[in-house]
């Protein structure tokens, strides 16, 4: 699997450096920017990359999160607030990077890993973070749990760093094709449907659309699969629309 590390509306052209940095030390080299700074990559960010300028010099900058997660398999946010009740459910489960890297490991499967971080102030919105497949969040001193943009991004890249080695992992050939972001998002609309189609709790969907997220999410669902769970409500869908056309 291929690690994709995307930064979100980041702020300073500095932070921007310094993940380019950080990246190339580990070596990751793919590196999506989403709204930077109207500078963008100017001469600070160039200057604290010091030899990883030929990272930023191909980063891709984009204007919305779906453009650089729109072929990933998985999508992971990052967040400095664990849930711890069910109040903050967005947040509950959230796995430490050493956790994600055992799941990882665990999975037989071939696509793009793609890794947010947020804004240096406000991190990810919690609409964003509903749309990820997993949340990490690095076990800080509850004292001051917010760390730097670039700090946060060598912790969580460190325990992933065998990615991009061939260690613990096994060959392109052998390993399952993840369904796509879109392909997730069209099952996940499909079963939005389907819950007006049952008149379920207005008050139950949110939750329960976030539930079955996390819970698809951590399944790295593959084309094959989607397209099994999508023909099960189709079917369930006819047979209600049958019953009815019936009394």
Wanted: proline share 2%; charged share 30%.
């Amino acid at each position: 699997m291929e690690l994709r590390t995307v930064l979100v509306e980041p702020k300073s052209e500095e932070n921007i450096g310094a993940v380019a940095r950080v990246l190339k030390n580990f070596g990751f080299y793919d590196l999506y920017m989403v709204k930077p700074p109207g500078t963008g990559i100017g001469s600070k960010a160039r200057t604290v990359a010091s030899h990883a300028r030929d990272l930023l010099a191909r980063a891709r900058i984009v204007s919305a999160i779906e453009e650089a997660v729109e072929d990933a398999s998985i999508v992971v946010g990052t967040t400095s607030k664990r849930g711890i009740s069910r109040s903050k459910q967005l947040r509950m489960g959230a796995l430490t990077p050493y956790q994600l890297k055992e799941r990882l490991k665990k999975e037989n499967k071939d696509g793009i890993l793609a890794l947010l971080f947020g804004r240096e102030d406000i991190g990810l919105l919690n609409e964003e973070l509903k749309r990820c497949d997993m949340v990490v969040s690095i076990p800080t001193s509850q004292d001051y749990p917010v760390m730097n943009l670039s700090h946060a991004v060598a912790v969580v890249i460190y325990e992933l760093r065998d990615m991009n080695t061939g260690k613990d992992t096994v060959s392109t050939s052998d390993a399952l094709k993840l369904a796509s972001f879109e392909d997730k998002e069209r099952l996940f609309r499909h079963i939005q449907t389907f819950l007006d189609e049952i008149e379920y709790k207005e008050h139950k969907k949110e939750r329960t659309m976030l539930m079955l997220r996390r819970l698809l999410g951590r399944a790295g669902l593959t084309t094959g699969e989607i397209q099994t769970l999508r023909g099960i409500l189709r079917k369930a869908e006819w047979k209600i629309l049958y019953s009815h056309s019936n009394k």
